[in-house]
């Protein structure tokens, strides 16, 4: 030995089961950190790349920009690319309903428009059409085709189609084609739905800023200004509130990360802490001084830290990677330029840094203690615990059963360790509940598909009959065909049902002599089969879906929300029983309200006083026969086109094909990109959490290894002894759970309450989370203190105390 | 009455070169009431030798009856109510359980066996061991002397068959010493109870009724050969 600090070496070889703990709990600690922020780190790339893709690469659009202004904004020295976007409404190509627009072609790419085939139109009489109308509505238009297109104003000019475009999910699933103007083309046209000049500016470009600076020069009022809230978001440049409220929880929880970190090393450290004040206390006894000791003591820290730090560095860029893996296996054409290993330098040195600090806070109290404590004491390993001074008159308790006294009893009289144990456990759980927050706003502001959700909509106004439906149900490809019948009826019911803001939007509503109000609007009547029931069920409210019972007893199941104008509503307040009468061509027929249903999902074009789903043979008693307006198909295989093409050919005649499919696809990419990871940071805290109990427990029976010794050999049986353990395990477990379930659905309510309210996130206390963490704690608690008490229990007595 | 008997009794430490024999064919028989001193240089096998009839370790080869139990081939579960009912330790370290005070400490044993502590003799145990003033303090709040009579205390609690001390003044000075020694002694004479001491001082293995001496893992008596 060259130098007294090769003690640290000796020492960590001689305790290499505790030394491994130790490790073990470190890495761990820097795996969380570094992999909670590397993920962020990583999350944001992909997800700005998934905004740009999804909302477009802009980050201001100015409305009605004039050209002086533009070209001021365009020569700005921190805006990267902007250009032109023309909205111009509704037109007709070739007979067929289509959405004019004009783009600059600077700008195409940061909207996600590709030109496929041909060129971007330049001349005033050059049209570029998406792909899918071309070959659908157009009978395979290509370049170099004439096509007649008719304006809002019903003037009609020829074009030359110059090329093909991307197709755009949106518009794809509505049927309405986009076709693309030229610039030069939209000169003369004063009918402009909207103007818009779209601006991106530079990376590390203080966006808000730029924007006043732009607003100031020119003089360009708030409500000619629009911001991409979704792109400044992700980059962190939103002020919109939404956003900031996101920046507060995200600033909150992360925080939280960096004290779970902190707390889960130092309770390790500290459960081991009583034997280390004798190893230093005998080192003062042979002369060290006290910097010698803490020199030492910074040596262990070191070399702990040391082996921690890589293996948990590692751990935690491996879970950014299997997120990354995730997204990119599923859409590389979105996230190709993001590498597979993207490293977030930020990630890792928080990691570093957590890992180092905590060890040495950590390891310095012992060190503090055993130079605060006389050498003597020290080494007889009295004042082994700090113990109220008052003397301990308390029984053990007759209640309980002796071992379980004993286990509760040892528990609270450490109260430090009974407090850094329930604080790390609480620690994990309050982060859970926290990071779940995120969850209620992914799925309140992303939609995803359903099982309802059709992959095909075949549309018609005049009603497609029952050989329609047989020739569908024919087809091999269809997994799942539904139709819908549609009417809008007058309605009329008791008129104290009305809300009174409806009421009040219409001035007064005119009561009959029957006591039945005179309907202000007509009610929309929808006609589901058995699979639309099924799958409304999670949507009802009140009252039973049975499509015989509503058969049998003239049904009618009431629908609360009401898209009115973009904004849901509640018109009436049925209750169930209520009677409805619905004017039909043989007079008022009456209809019982069975069932209520939150909402549907799909929403009329026209404004309605309510909707009400009826089965299929009520709408056809009340209306007569009529058609389906509707008919949603999901396919066996979703990229089966075959299939697609047979249902094409059915269409025209008056029917119209809605392919939803990429839509739907992109709607679900949206939700899986932040799904990844939202769920990724839950579940690393789940199995980081985890595999923290497992390894404090484990450290909590290992240095107590002696004591279990002692006890065996004053004639403690093995069952005694497991619950002995058990209780005290169990003891830390409670607290912590009650405290972490507690605090952590506190902090969730406050999180929702104060910073997503905009998203119309209501908090409900977790019951089901709490349920799912009591479980998984109780059975990581039991699990990993049975395992290192077994090892104990095989070994024989006189092995474990050595010296008795 | 014969409560304890040892049959060629050898122990093996380790294989090959670290191969230890730390007790040889050791062969005695202790009488009920006995007071039995042992006493041998560091190393010769004493502790080896305690642990084995306290069942704490398995030996090599060799047998011991306690109470005419044959006591290696007891199972694990009914090991632990044997022990806490007929052996009591008096440990060098004491080993207290440091969150129990001085009374539960001592009835640990009997709690142990979910038996109610006999409340007069557990006072008059506290008495005799000069600790009813400190009954409720916990260990830590003990000298060393005081901490090691809790502990025989303890190992008297239960009236075990044997009791069994290793190196009981070991940590303790001169003084202190002499009064647990002479407390042992008290308590084995007041209630008839068996005693096997291992001492490192000669003076203190006079206490005993016999002696035995123990070296390079070979028990012989002192004053008489190994019955
Ligand atoms: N667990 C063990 N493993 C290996 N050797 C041991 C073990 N325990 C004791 N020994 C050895 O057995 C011999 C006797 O030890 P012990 O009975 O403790 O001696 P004493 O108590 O008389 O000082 C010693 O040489 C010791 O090194
Ligand atoms: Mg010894």
Redesign the pocket.
Known sequence: MKSYLMLVHSYLKAHSKKTRLAVISVAMSVALVTGMFSMVDVFLRFEKLQVIYTYGNYHLAVKDASDEEASIIRNRIDVRNAGRWKDLGIGQINGADCRLGALDEVFAGNMNIEVLQGNFPREKNEVMLEKWAAERLFQGAETGNLVRIAFEDNTEKKFIVSGIYNDLGKMKAEGVPGVMMSASGTEGITDVRQNLFFVEFKSKVRINRAVAEIKGELDIADDRIGLNTHLLSVIGQSEHKAAVGLYTIGAVLFTLVLIAGVVMIYNTFNISVMERVRQFGLLRCVGASKAQIKRLVRKEGLAIALRAIPPGIALGMLMALVCSAILKFYNNTIFGEIPLFSISIAGILLGIAIGFLTVFMASLVPAKKAAGVSPVNAVSGSNEMKISKTVKKGFLSKLMRLEIAMGMNSAFMKKKTLFLMACSIALSIIMFLGFNVFIDFMHTSLKTTKPNTPDISLVSEKGMGEEIFERLSGLDGVKRIYGRKLAYVNASFDVSRLRETYKKSFGEIKTESNGLFVPPEKSWLISYDENQFRWAKPDLLEGELSAARMNEENGVIAVAQNLRNNITTETVGFKLGDKVYIDTPTGKKELTVMGILRQVPFNSQELTLTAFVVTEKVFSDTMGETGFKVIDIQLKNRKDERTVGILKSMAGDGINLLDVRQKNSEINQLFLTMAVFVYGFVAVIAIISILNIINTMNTSVVSKTRYLGVMRAIGMSGRQLNSMVLTEAATYSVIGSAAGAIIGSLLQKILIMNYLSSFNIKWRFPLFQIAIILVLVSTVTVFSVISPLKRIREKGI??IV??L | MEILRAENLSKT??KGE?R?E??KNASFSIEKGEFISIV??????????L?LIGALDNPTSGKVFLNGRYIFDIKEEELAVFRRRNIGFVFQAYNLIPELNVEENIVLPLLLDYKKPDKEYIDELLNTLGLTERRHHLPNQLSGGQQQRVAIGRALAAKPAVILA?EPTGNLDSRNSRDVIDLMKLSVDKYRQTLLM?THNENYAAYGDRVFR?ED?IVAELGGGVR
């Open positions: 006189t092995e050595n010296s | 430490y380790g670290t230890v730390a007790l041998g240089p560091s190393g010769s096998g004493k502790s080896t030798l642990n290793d291992i123990v893992g």
